[in-house]
């Protein structure tokens, strides 16, 4: 039941196969289905076209955040789990079959959402906030798809335990990336669990079972799931830049202990990140949502700040181990940007640091929130952290799975190496644009800014419309570079050159560099300048947040 | 070794005096955004209030047209306005989709702002000075408001709350 990859080494259980591909392909199919209802919300956003009628547009606006966020996500993810417990470890795949049940769980789940959506029985947004009241299927199929990724969490662990025990991958601690994969998997327990907590109950209220349910204690639980559910992605995503960094360029991190006691600072996070959601709410006290929405004195953004320096420095110390060692960034210039994965890993680690860091920490500050709190800024972040990063770098993750997974070569190869970085620039101007228009007060979801039907009028600042154009420039452009990408995965998959042998091979494999002689003073100097420069960002960014939080309204 | 298992000796080699270096400036950033929310609270003019109290949309609605009996002074677009002496309670009123009353306030007085929801979420968003907090039903949130600049103000809603979400939007003017 074992076969041998010949262009990695690895053994491979030919019945995981199946899972990750099926896996996969229902992933790619909701990333299109994602982007085309992003363009339809954007494009209503942009009063100029105003392009869909009210219910429709909080009907995408719907299907955009449960299919982009969740259904893409996580169906790529349940790929990445069942490839990291089992070929990386010359594991076994455990019960597939059990594999297959949660599959069709997800599936299952995933169409009645769909469809309590787009027939109109579901105009409750993403969050579904109590009193809000959607048909109880709706409810169930995120019960039935949160079931099934449960089902797939426990099988990683099931396949980690086998193949410690049957030490398939040797005598030792998890490789990296299954380590990092296996934090994820503990946090997605959490997260799962506190989804089960909320759903099921508002499932019995939908029934009218359960006569009323706490829209504070709603909304605490619900983002119990919603945000640590992102939790598990940047979790995720940091193990694939390792993954990368390794695969492209043979890097390896100059600490393991440092890279892994950064991914433990993790599960402090593991539910509080809820505040984040609840900072301007009227119900917890300022002492739980600053110790909150903190993660206890920020051990969990020490932690991502441990990883941006981590995962660059071990490209640059394997890059100088070759003799790029020319100035500061010598290095940077030899990697091997013709490889659409590494580039877009790298993208994902530049624009996630300065976008999504940057802007999560100070949107995430209990006072600094007053200014931002359901302000369009918010979605301006989260392009910032799942788009730019979580989903670029699946995206540039996928461009190995093509090969050495579905066996094909990659089709139009020379547009995939522009790919990433079409995707990248519309996102980080679709990311700018929606920021700055937060901070003008420009409200999220919401279908009408020139609040047409109210008892009074009022105008944003004339230059809203110049970031308008900037953000739905950048969402045209993003828009484009996902679907190049879609179109190249599934004409590779489904019509591609099969891969017969290492020849075929279109992206790097690196070798592992020559070994690091003894020396003194900074082993990653360029790495060291990047992250100083991020700091100062941070602090201009924080400084002028502050700065304009001092000139409102007093209120306490 | 993000694919093998970590060489011979990971668990005790030192770290590089660079990562060191970093580790303890991200550490250093950290204690001081944790102290710098702490210290607003000490120092800070802008703090989300934490003074709460249960009601009911009915108990409420019942308490804010007491309220608003007193101190009305017309009506504007079918929207009742009044005019509270500084440093008193008013009462406001978030439905779907409406805020109610428009208030007229004086620059540089505190006002103690009841709000809560009839029904569904809502979103207090003052524009353009851009402050949000959040509106639930059955509970009384008191934002205590002190304006620092005066002229005509809004306050539209940002948290969804059906089809009319975007009509709803209320009006406050500050006086000099």
Redesign the interface.
């Known amino acids: 039941m074992f076969t041998t990859c010949d262009i990695t080494g690895f053994k491979i259980d030919k019945k995981v196969l199946p899972l990750i591909k099926a896996n996969a392909v229902v992933s790619v199919v909701a990333l299109l289905i994602a982007m085309v209802a992003a363009l339809l919300v954007l494009l209503t956003r942009w009063q100029v076209v105003h392009l869909l009628p009210?219910?429709w547009y909080?009907r995408m606006l719907t299907l955009h955040g449960m299919v982009a966020l969740v259904v893409w996500i996580v169906f790529w993810e349940m790929a990445g789990l069942y490839f990291g417990s089992t070929i990386?470890l010359n594991a076994r795949q455990i019960a597939p079959k059990v594999g297959w049940v949660a599959f069709l769980l997800m599936v299952v789940g995933t169409t009645l959402v769909a469809w309590a959506v787009l027939t109109g029985h579901a105009?409750v947004?993403f969050s579904s906030?109590i009193?809000?009241k959607a048909h109880p299927l709706y409810y169930l199929g995120i019960i039935l798809f949160a079931v099934g990724a449960l089902i797939v969490v426990g099988l990683f662990f099931a396949n980690v335990i086998v193949a410690k025990k049957e030490k398939t991958?040797?005598?030792?601690?998890?490789?990296?990336?299954t380590f990092g994969l296996l934090v994820a998997s503990i946090l997605a327990v959490g997260t799962l669990l506190a989804g089960a907590f909320i759903f099921v109950p508002t499932f019995l209220w939908s029934l009218g079972i359960i006569e009323t349910i706490?829209?504070?204690v709603y909304r605490l639980t619900f983002w119990g799931f919603g945000h640590s559910a992102q939790q598990v992605n940047v979790a995720a995503m940091i193990?694939i830049w390792?993954?990368g960094?390794?695969?492209t360029v043979g890097g390896?991190s100059?600490?393991?202990?440092?890279s892994r006691v950064a991914f433990l600072l993790y599960l402090i996070g593991i539910n509080l990140a809820s505040a984040h959601h609840?900072?301007?709410?009227?119900?917890p006290?300022?002492a739980w949502?600053?110790v909150n929405?903190?993660y206890f004195?920020?051990?969990a953004?020490?932690a991502s700040?441990?990883h941006a320096?981590?995962v660059p420095?071990s490209i640059e110390s394997a890059q100088r181990r070759r003799g790029y060692t020319k100035g500061l960034f010598g290095w940077l210039k030899n990697v091997p940007w013709g490889n659409p994965a590494f580039s877009a890993i790298f993208l994902a680690i530049v624009g996630f640091g300065f976008i999504g860091g940057i802007t999560g920490?100070i949107n995430g500050?209990?006072?600094t929130?007053?200014?931002?709190?359901?302000?369009i800024a918010i979605p301006g972040h989260f392009k910032g952290t799942v788009v730019i990063g979580t989903t670029l770098t699946f995206m540039g993750a996928t461009y190995y799975l093509i090969p050495l997974i579905f066996r094909k070569k990659i089709s139009g190869f020379a547009i995939a190496k522009i790919q990433p970085w079409i995707f990248a620039g519309g996102v980080v101007l679709l990311s700018a644009g929606l920021s700055i228009l937060g901070?003008?007060?420009v409200?999220?979801?919401?279908?009408?800014?020139t609040?047409?039907?109210?008892?009074?009028?009022?105008t944003?600042?004339p230059i809203t419309d110049l970031f308008w154009v900037v953000a739905v420039l950048g969402g045209i452009i993003a828009f484009t570079g996902a679907l190049i990408w879609i179109l190249i995965v599934v004409v590779s998959v489904f019509f591609g050159k099969p891969v017969l042998s290492k020849a075929d091979m279109q992206l790097t494999m690196s070798d592992m560099p020559p070994p690091a002689k003894e020396h003194h003073?900074?082993?990653?100097?360029g790495?060291?300048a990047l992250?100083i420069i991020f700091?100062i960002a941070?602090l201009i960014f924080?400084t002028i947040n502050?700065g304009w939080?001092?000139?409102?309204?007093?209120?306490? | 070794m993000a694919l093998l298992v970590p060489e011979k000796g990971w668990y005790s080699k030192k770290i590089a005096s660079d990562e060191k270096a970093w580790i303890m400036i991200a550490g250093v950033l950290c204690l001081s955004l944790f102290a710098l929310m702490v210290g607003w609270h000490l120092v800070g003019k802008q703090n989300p209030s934490f003074e709460v109290y249960t009601t009911s949309p009915d108990e409420f609605y019942k308490l804010a047209q007491h309220n608003w009996k007193k101190i009305k002074v017309g009506e504007e677009n079918g929207i009742t306005v009044v005019k509270p002496p500084p440093g008193s309670d008013v009462f406001v009123i978030a439905s779907a989709w409406k805020w109610e009353p428009a208030l007229i306030l004086k620059k540089g007085k505190e006002y103690r702002l009841h709000i809560s929801s009839m029904d569904f979420l809502h979103g207090f968003s003052l524009q353009p000075v851009n402050m949000n907090f959040k509106i639930h039903p059955n509970y009384d949130y008191v934002l205590t408001f002190k304006p620092t600049s005066s002229g005509d103000f809004r306050v539209i809603c940002n948290e969804y709350c059906g089809y009319g979400h975007h009509a709803m939007i209320g009006k406050i003017t500050v006086e000099d």
Request: proline share 8%.
């Open positions: 009210v219910d909080y990386v105009d947004l906030y009193p809000l991958y040797g005598d030792g601690p998890l490789p990296l990336f706490d829209s504070s193990s390792y993954l960094s390794f695969l390896t100059l600490n393991e202990k440092v609840l900072l301007v709410d009227p119900v006290s300022p949502k600053v929405t903190s004195m920020y051990l953004v020490l700040m441990i320096f981590a420095s920490v500050m209990e006072q929130n007053i200014t931002v709190h359901n302000t901070y003008m007060g409200p999220r979801r919401h279908w009408d800014i609040f047409s039907g109210g008892p009074f009028t009022y944003f600042p003073g900074f082993e990653a100097p790495t060291f992250t700091m941070f924080a502050w939080l001092s000139m409102m309204w007093e209120t306490r």
